[in-house]
């Protein structure tokens, strides 16, 4: 169109809003996209608040009034929707359920060799492991790809052996047993260290490939893999964190899946993808940050301490924790708040340290719901929803 075409024409004379036949439009859209599963853009939902007619009467108050909620209401999807575009499976989040789909998958396709019964337990583990190594890879909600074939891991023989109660001799044969018939492929990891006095190059652990039950093609070890720091050798062995201090104070395994996998992740994930430990004194720090930088010291807490206690959907909660004791230090609300936070963090790792390493499972196994029970028991939880929102950052 030329230029004389446009000039003198003014789009901002057409009508505010949207039509009866846009808003339908986006609501149907709307609808889709929550079949699938998808979120719904902020755009979206500011178009449609902004389309619906002003009620008559008087004006509702802020607290009647929620037009998030009533349009998450009105979109629901409808039964015809869901049949169109259903919403994509869900991959089981249990490690040891999609381990075993996947060998009834692979005994299905005629895909997976005969295996004995400790056959079975080892590959059964070691398909688990790295599924959960992956599955931490990922990110929580990420799915696993399509066209995955193996996994890969890092494991301690040792520990593998306490964590099945298999000697470690017999535990050998059935790895042997299982690289022939093409479902795994194992090296030595090696890094230097300085062991006892003596500088070398030392076997951390065993790095794996595993093929997955419907897969055919043979797995195998990247050149990466060698190259990635999977373990602190040096400070494992200053911290007692060994195969050897495990198979001595470690007298029967464990009797669940769950503890299992527990036992063996102490050694299979490697430094930067495991859990960083909270620093106690970084709480107290909090006091001493500039304004400006207690939001980015809070949210590395709080995402360390989701972390640590493997509770990743409660960010927000412990910074809410951190945010409300450095509010009630800084204006008098109770001195030594950040103390008591950092008291109640300590309990709650040491009981989650007793289950860990514990052969009978004692100990609590919810870090995250102990501490908030042991904050509520000290009056902190009362006061921190009572507190005045103050600034502090």
């Known amino acids: 169109m030329p230029q004389e075409g446009v000039e003198g024409k003014s789009y901002k004379e057409q009508p505010e809003g949207l039509s009866e036949r846009g808003r339908a439009f986006l609501e149907a859209l709307a609808r889709r996209k929550r079949a699938r599963g998808e979120e719904l853009p902020p755009l979206y939902l500011r178009l449609l608040e902004g389309a619906a007619p002003p009620p008559e009467g008087p ?3 802020p607290e009647e009034a929620s037009p998030l909620e009533g349009l998450k209401r009105d979109l629901r999807p409808t039964r015809r929707e869901l049949s169109a575009s259903p919403p994509p499976p869900e991959w089981p989040r249990d490690p040891w359920e999609l381990a075993d789909r996947l060998l009834e998958e692979g005994e299905r396709r005629g895909t997976l060799p005969g295996l004995s019964e400790r056959e079975r337990k080892v590959y059964r583990t070691l398909l688990a492991l790295g599924l959960e190594v992956l599955a931490r890879r990922l990110g929580p909600g990420r799915p696993l790809p399509r066209n995955l074939s193996q996994v890969s891991l890092f494991a301690v023989n040792d520990a593998l052996a306490v964590a099945l109660g298999i000697p470690p001799a017999s535990l050998y044969r059935v790895l042997a047993s299982l690289e022939a018939k093409g479902l795994i492929r194992r090296r030595a990891w090696r890094t230097p260290a300085t062991l006892k006095g003596r500088t070398g190059v030392y076997a951390g652990g065993t790095l794996y490939a595993v093929r997955l039950p419907h897969r055919e093609a043979r797995p195998r070890l990247d050149l990466e893999d060698f190259r990635h720091p999977w373990r602190d050798l040096e400070g494992d ?16 395994p464990p009797k669940e899946d769950s503890g299992v996998l527990q036992l063996l992740l102490r050694f299979s994930l490697s430094p930067g993808e495991a859990e960083t430990p909270l620093a106690l004194d970084s709480l107290t720090a909090l006091l001493r940050a500039r304004p400006a930088e207690r939001r980015a010291l809070v949210e590395a807490l709080a995402l360390s301490l989701a972390r640590e206690f493997r509770d990743p959907g409660s960010v927000r909660f412990y910074a809410w924790i951190l945010w409300n004791a450095l509010r009630a230090e800084l204006y008098g609300l109770m001195e030594g708040a950040l103390e008591a936070v950092a008291w109640a963090v300590r ?27 042991l904050l509520r028991e000290r009056g902190l939880l009362e006061l921190f929803r009572q507190a005045p929102q103050w600034r502090v950052a």
């Open 59 to 61: 004006e509702p108050t």
């Open 237 to 252: 062995a200053r911290q007692g964190r060994t195969a050897w201090s495990l198979r001595e104070s470690c007298t029967s």
């Open 347 to 373: 309990r709650a790792r040491e009981a989650a340290a007793k289950a860990l390493f514990s052969p009978r499972g004692e100990g609590i196994r919810r870090p995250g719901a102990l501490l908030a029970h």
